[in-house]
Every structure is written in structure tokens, then in C-alpha cells.
């Protein structure tokens, strides 16, 4: 299932970590301290439970969110990179 991975960690140290954690689950970066990726039910909770250890008692916020398909395929994204040209086809 697509899951939605978001967290909000002061520590950079602990942050760094918990971003290797997410990438070794096989999970995308999407931006700084966001994950999106498939995971089953299993791995959503071993997950979190890594998280958690490695957050320990420090501040941060971490939530996990699934995504169904339908729910997937009606996202609405935008996405570019730098200050690329604009190009245009004429007909």
C-alpha cells in the first residue's frame, strides 16, 4: 500500500537517521523531511516502531499515513525543476 511518511525532528542528528531508516525501507524522498513509498501492513508498523526507538524521549512528530489507490491515482501534483525555459510547440 502507498504510504505517506511526514516528521518534524529539531535534531539533526536523530532527523538524518530517522530519513536513512525511511530510504532503507525503500520509501522515496518527496521533500526534506517527507517519504512516500509502498509498504506493507508489516512493514508500516516495524517502521514505526524503529522510529520511535531511535526518536526515544527527544521532540519531534512523526506520522505515517496510507494512501489507498483511489485516493493515489486522484492526487493533483506540480512539479519542476529550476529555472528551465519555457518551451512551446506552435501547430
Given at each position: 500500500?502507498?504510504?505517506?511518511?511526514?516528521?518534524?525532528?529539531p535534531?539533526d542528528?536523530?532527523?538524518?537517521?530517522?530519513?536513512?531508516?525511511c530510504?532503507?525501507?525503500?520509501?522515496?524522498?518527496?521533500q526534506?523531511?517527507?517519504f512516500m513509498g509502498?509498504l506493507s501492513?508489516?512493514h508500516?508498523e516495524?517502521?514505526?516502531?524503529?522510529?520511535?526507538r531511535r526518536l526515544g524521549k527527544a521532540a519531534g512528530?512523526?506520522d505515517?499515513?496510507?494512501?489507498?489507490?483511489?485516493d493515489?491515482?486522484g492526487?493533483?501534483?506540480?512539479?519542476?525543476?529550476g529555472?528551465?525555459?519555457v518551451t512551446e510547440?506552435?501547430?
Amino acid at each position: 500500500m502507498k504510504c505517506l511518511l511526514l516528521y518534524d525532528i529539531p535534531d539533526d542528528k536523530i532527523r538524518g537517521k530517522i530519513a536513512t531508516f525511511c530510504l532503507d525501507y525503500g520509501l522515496d524522498r518527496i521533500q526534506y523531511s517527507a517519504f512516500m513509498g509502498d509498504l506493507s501492513s508489516n512493514h508500516q508498523e516495524e517502521l514505526m516502531l524503529k522510529l520511535a526507538r531511535r526518536l526515544g524521549k527527544a521532540a519531534g512528530k512523526i506520522d505515517l499515513f496510507p494512501v489507498c489507490k483511489e485516493d493515489w491515482r486522484g492526487r493533483i501534483s506540480i512539479e519542476q525543476e529550476g529555472d528551465a525555459s519555457v518551451t512551446e510547440n506552435a501547430a
